[in-house]
């Protein structure tokens, strides 16, 4: 397990993509198909909640050959944790 990794499943819980800034009417569009918006220190993001299909009772079912994009993810990252409660 990574010296990062709090066996919290934020990794898999949703996907939060940082995007370019767009306009207001463009941010109400993306909003309107359901999806979250919010800037954090300058950068929108949004989140996109779909849980990973291998997440199966709260854990990883495929661990030992993740994507290396769940492996560097950081759960202490405040974009993450701003994530959880919205």
Known sequence: MPINCENCSK???NINLPIPKVSEDIKRWIELH???IVEIDGI?????DNKCCKLIAGE????ETRPDVC???DCNKKEYKNFKNI
């Open 71 to 73: 492996r560097q993810y």
């Open 11 to 13: 990794c898999c819980d």
């Open 60 to 63: 990883c079912s495929i661990y």
């Open 44 to 48: 929108d993001y949004v989140k996109i």
């Open 34 to 36: 359901y999806l979250k």
